[in-house]
T-cell receptor, first 113, second 118 residues
Framework: GEDVEQSLFLSVREGDSSVINCTYT??????LYWYKQEPGAGLQLLTY???NMDMKQDQRLTVLLNKKDKHLSLRIADTQTGDSAIYFCAESPHAGNNRKLIWGLGTSLAVNP | EAGVVQSPRYKIIEKKQPVAFWCNPI?????LYWYRQNLGQGPELLIRYENEEAVDDSQLPKDRFSAERLKGVDSTLKIQPAELGDSAVYLC????????????????FGPGTRLLVL
């Protein structure tokens, strides 16, 4: 069945790069998303990548997609304390008009000063 | 442009009481979603609307939960009666879904309503 897996925790020092990893099972996925959730807040769309791309860069964020291994990663350069949050990976399976996103459990990123 | 608006932000009720949540999606977004998020979990889809039609309510506990989106814009999610296990964050999201199977399906979320059932 459809499944998205993420490691639960990541701790980095301020100024270092953070890499959050995600694996998914549905090879037909068309789009893959990264969302950020700060304490007490809703989910903020950070970026997304179309399945025919292998990399997307947006300022400090770099998304890498390995379709063969069904592996997605989010790299945050020069990580700041404000980046401390939970990061969710989600995939959009290509199933007709199905708009359902399949979500991971989230990776909690702690940035230490 | 205003984002997704939800109210109330917080609600504390006693079990067996009714509760309602309201959502105003991003202007022009035709698809609206209600999610429930428990602590330490990802969001769980409850219901999805395309315009005013509920196209996926398979995960909605219909014995106590109901939702409506009468004019294809605002939506209300109701729980009656609430149970202790309903304590969670209820998130509303919206997206602009073009016809056909292509197109990115990014969903934009509101801040959520935190429900505590005592």
């Amino acid at each position: 069945g459809e499944d998205v897996e993420q490691s639960l925790f990541l701790s980095v020092r301020e100024g270092d790069s953070s890499v959050i990893n995600c694996t998914y099972t549905d090879s037909s996925s068309t789009y893959l998303y990264w969302y950020k959730q700060e304490p007490g807040a809703g989910l903020q769309l950070l970026t997304y990548i179309f399945s025919n791309m292998d990399m997307k860069q947006d300022q400090r964020l770099t998304v890498l997609l390995n379709k063969k291994d069904k592996h997605l990663s989010l790299r945050i350069a020069d990580t700041q304390t404000g980046d401390s949050a939970i990061y969710f990976c989600a995939e959009s399976p290509h199933a007709g008009n199905n708009r359902k996103l399949i979500w991971g459990l989230g990776t909690s990123l702690a940035v230490n000063p | 442009e205003a984002g997704v608006v939800q109210s109330p932000r917080y609600k504390i009720i006693e079990k067996k009481q009714p509760v309602a949540f309201w959502c105003n999606p991003i202007s022009g977004h035709n698809t609206l979603y209600w999610y429930r998020q428990n602590l330490g979990q990802g969001p769980e889809l409850l219901i999805r609307y395309e315009n005013e039609e509920a196209v996926d309510d398979s995960q909605l506990p219909k014995d106590r939960f109901s939702a409506e989106r009468l004019k294809g814009v605002d939506s209300t999610l109701k729980i009656q009666p609430a149970e202790l296990g309903d304590s969670a964050v209820y998130l509303c999201a919206s997206s602009l879904d073009l016809t056909g199977t292509g197109g990115e399906k990014a969903q934009y979320f509101g801040p959520g309503t935190r429900l505590l059932v005592l």
